[in-house]
């Protein structure tokens, strides 16, 4: 098979993200619009036997983390059996899921079973109140409860991701830090991204060397540690505690350079930039007969096509792109 994964600029795209739903039970500010979204009716959204055709295709040619997103992923019916299908795949070394919590506590024992080997869990705040303000529902008990239920079955470690906003949660980065001082936790506070109906603006940016300061007014030693070749997250732990801190930094220091990551919608349309308008919908040419000999070239095509860098966060607030809970993260 020719490579298919490598881009014009030498990044090989080892990382599929791939939304199962663009449905979620909550309605968070950064994330959904306050109006909502139309949805997509289900017939447009790929059946899990698709899913598991362009899964296993991507493996092939070099996939080795598959991470499953939304909406909440959670919601979909029949989640366990996709995730069974998934975590079969020869080659397929990390399967990971991004939730907000809500839904895992019942379902985790057979997810984990199933292969989910890395959990990510969204919580963007520790007051109940904010909570409700940020996602617009109540759940915030339930989502504690889902830290623990993962911890306690061996998840090591439990990511937590924080999207920090000013004048909402920018008073927290330090509060979350102390949670990682006797538990397995990476806490990932994540710079507010623009994204169509979220309300971006300036004043509720902040950048992450802002958080650090807050956090190392109380935690002063406050180190960093080595990251991956890949890694999205800069990574910091304060010495003696068990768990770690860190920072994605998509808005005021990108890590375009070394992005080896892939998105698949729930609608079945391939994305190589979670920033970028371009999209090439795999849906259609699966559901019309595309060889996979085919469908591996328009992913080859669409991987050729990769820019070498985002634009700027104010350029892109700008800009036309899905809402975030339409691309799944």
Request: proline share 5%; glycine share 8%.
């Amino acid at each position: 098979m020719p490579d298919l994964l490598t881009d014009t600029f030498g990044r090989r795209h080892t990382y599929l993200r791939i939304a199962l739903t663009e449905r979620c039970n909550l309605r968070c500010r950064y994330c959904m619009p306050e109006e909502g979204v139309p949805l997509r009716p289900r017939d447009e959204i790929l059946t899990f036997e698709e899913i598991l055709h362009l899964a296993r295709l991507f493996v092939e040619a070099g996939v080795e983390k598959i991470r499953l997103t939304g909406g909440e992923p959670l919601v979909r019916k029949g989640v366990e059996e996709l995730v069974e299908g998934l975590g079969a795949l020869p080659g397929l070394k990390t399967l990971a899921l991004t939730t907000n919590g809500l839904l895992l506590s019942k379902k985790l024992p057979r997810l984990r079973a199933a292969g989910v080997n890395l959990l990510n869990i969204s919580l963007d705040t520790l007051r109940p109140d904010r909570f409700a303000h940020i996602t617009r529902r109540d759940g915030f008990d339930v989502v504690l409860r889902a830290i623990d239920a993962a911890e306690a079955a061996g998840y090591d470690p439990v990511k937590i991701n924080c999207v920090v906003m000013r004048g909402f949660n920018d008073d927290e980065p330090a509060d979350f830090a102390a949670m990682t001082e006797r538990r397995p936790l990476e806490v990932r506070f994540i710079e507010y991204m623009p994204f169509d109906g979220n309300g971006w603006n300036d004043g509720r940016f902040m950048p992450y060397r802002e958080m650090i300061e807050r956090i190392e007014a109380r935690f002063p030693k406050l180190e960093r540690l080595a990251d991956g070749p890949n890694d999205t997250s800069k990574t910091y732990r304060v010495p003696g505690f068990r768990g770690r801190i860190g920072f994605i930094t998509s808005m005021s220091e990108d890590f375009c350079a070394s992005c080896n990551r892939l998105r698949l919608t729930a609608d079945g349309h391939l994305k190589v930039c979670l920033f970028g308008r371009a999209e090439v919908s795999l849906r259609d040419a699966l559901r019309a007969g595309a060889s996979d000999e085919a469908l591996g070239e328009i992913i080859r095509a669409a991987v050729l096509r990769k820019k070498a860098a985002h634009a700027g966060m104010h350029e892109l607030a700008q800009s036309k792109n899905r809402p975030m809970i339409l691309i799944g993260g």
